[in-house]
């Protein structure tokens, strides 16, 4: 039930899938009132993701993605092409177990050769690289102030570097190359309260304007014979339709959705479906997960971090809490003290 797998290879694999797909809206320039960021930082901040969004829509291209997070380096190959309004993605995963995974608009199909299964899911929002423009009120300069730090060549490609860099301490920085005609994303770090690098992921080899065409991903995407198809379904809801809400909000971080997984067909229980409530304050995200108390599988309380992805687990009376986002621990803890059961 996550929204970023606890595997690393899966992460790599979702990142790279989503790394320049970017939602349709971009958040409206912050008003001149606001606390923080002035008019013209926001608008600064708001050009350039407008810059990356029309990227993602017209760029094609076929690379090599390489991830280094938390001591691991994993890498895969990549094919995107846009025709119109529709998006094509293919990843082939290069290091850890095989994966091909598609994605056509909302729909992602992964093919686990390894185990014969190809999962099927539809999926609202993907997440980017970073997760940009999550969130349509999202004040983004309110929180972040960017900062130019020259150009640089990535994978053979002319990039222009540019920093968010926080205004507080309940979120990481991002440091960003950009190809220079385009505004495509080739490379991104994120970096911790320190400014150190968390996690790095960049092509290491980059074709721009490749000859990818999306007849040909699609039939490749279509061919599920001998493997067993599954399709998890999420059904969308509300955190408070399910009984919990947060006590006080933590600064910059909006609700994006919630899900919950449908329980066995013998299950009756109305809300002791896994839940999942996302949060995002247009960049980063975190997801918390609530499921009902099991002895045998919540026996203990513990807290990790894999590069820039931080996960804590907690008890909350008769349920299990799994926060997990690519935030400090700290914030990770607002959130986890702020959640209350109310039926």
């Given at each position: 039930?996550?929204?970023?797998?606890?595997?690393?290879?899966?992460?790599?694999?979702?990142?790279?899938?989503?790394?320049?797909?970017?939602?349709?809206?971009?958040?409206?320039?912050?008003?001149?009132?606001?606390?923080?960021?002035?008019?013209?930082?926001?608008?600064?901040?708001?050009?350039?993701?407008?810059r990356m969004h029309e990227?993602?829509?017209?760029?094609?291209?076929?690379?090599?993605?390489?991830?280094?997070?938390?001591?691991?380096?994993?890498?895969?190959?990549?094919?995107?092409?846009?025709?119109?309004?529709?998006?094509?993605?293919?990843?082939?995963?290069?290091?850890?177990?095989?994966?091909?995974?598609?994605?056509?608009?909302?729909?992602?199909?992964?093919?686990?050769?390894?185990?014969?299964?190809?999962?099927?899911?539809?999926?609202?929002?993907?997440?980017?690289?970073?997760?940009?423009?999550?969130?349509?009120?999202?004040?983004?300069?309110?929180?972040?102030?960017?900062?130019?730090?020259?150009?640089?060549?990535?994978?053979?490609?002319?990039?222009?570097?540019?920093?968010?860099?926080?205004?507080?301490?309940?979120?990481?920085?991002?440091?960003?190359?950009?190809?220079?005609?385009?505004?495509?994303?080739?490379?991104?770090?994120?970096?911790?309260?320190?400014?150190?690098?968390?996690?790095?992921?960049?092509?290491?080899?980059?074709?721009?304007?490749?000859?990818?065409?999306?007849?040909?991903?699609?039939?490749?995407?279509?061919?599920?014979?001998?493997?067993?198809?599954?399709?998890?379904?999420?059904?969308?809801?509300?955190?408070?339709?399910?009984?919990?809400?947060?006590?006080?909000?933590?600064?910059?971080?909006?609700?994006?959705?919630?899900y919950k997984r449908p329980?066995?067909?013998?299950?009756?229980?109305?809300?002791?479906?896994?839940?999942?409530?996302?949060?995002?304050?247009?960049?980063?995200?975190?997801?918390?997960?609530?499921?009902?108390?099991?002895?045998?599988?919540?026996?203990?309380?513990?807290?990790?971090?894999?590069?820039?992805?931080?996960?804590?687990?907690?008890?909350?009376?008769?349920?299990?809490?799994t926060a997990m986002g690519?935030?400090?621990?700290?914030?990770?803890?607002?959130?986890?003290?702020?959640?209350?059961?109310?039926?």
């Amino acid at each position: 039930m996550n929204s970023k797998p606890f595997s690393l290879l899966a992460a790599v694999a979702s990142a790279l899938l989503a790394m320049n797909y970017v939602a349709a809206q971009v958040p409206p320039p912050v008003p001149a009132q606001a606390s923080s960021g002035t008019a013209a930082e926001a608008k600064s901040i708001n050009d350039w993701l407008m810059r990356m969004h029309e990227a993602s829509k017209k760029q094609a291209y076929i690379g090599t993605y390489v991830v280094s997070s938390g001591g691991t380096i994993s890498s895969a190959k990549i094919w995107h092409v846009c025709e119109g309004n529709q998006q094509m993605e293919r990843v082939e995963t290069l290091t850890g177990a095989p994966r091909s995974i598609f994605r056509h608009n909302d729909r992602v199909v992964t093919f686990m050769p390894d185990h014969k299964v190809v999962r099927s899911e539809k999926r609202e929002s993907l997440g980017l690289f970073p997760e940009l423009l999550q969130s349509t009120d999202s004040r983004i300069a309110d929180f972040y102030k960017v900062k130019r730090e020259g150009a640089d060549r990535v994978a053979g490609v002319e990039a222009d570097i540019v920093v968010l860099v926080p205004r507080d301490t309940m979120r990481f920085g991002y440091r960003v190359w950009t190809e220079q005609k385009s505004g495509m994303v080739v490379k991104l770090q994120t970096l911790d309260t320190d400014g150190k690098v968390l996690e790095q992921a960049a092509f290491s080899e980059l074709q721009l304007d490749a000859p990818v065409k999306i007849d040909k991903l699609l039939q490749m995407m279509g061919k599920v014979d001998g493997y067993r198809v599954e399709k998890p379904v999420l059904v969308k809801t509300s955190a408070s339709a399910e009984g919990w809400v947060l006590k006080a909000p933590v600064a910059g971080f909006t609700p994006m959705s919630c899900y919950k997984r449908p329980a066995a067909p013998s299950a009756s229980q109305g809300g002791d479906e896994p839940l999942q409530w996302i949060f995002s304050d247009g960049l980063a995200s975190v997801s918390l997960f609530l499921e009902p108390f099991d002895r045998q599988r919540h026996d203990k309380e513990s807290s990790m971090s894999m590069g820039a992805t931080q996960t804590m687990t907690r008890q909350l009376g008769a349920y299990w809490l799994t926060a997990m986002g690519e935030v400090p621990m700290a914030t990770l803890k607002l959130f986890a003290n702020g959640l209350e059961r109310k039926k």
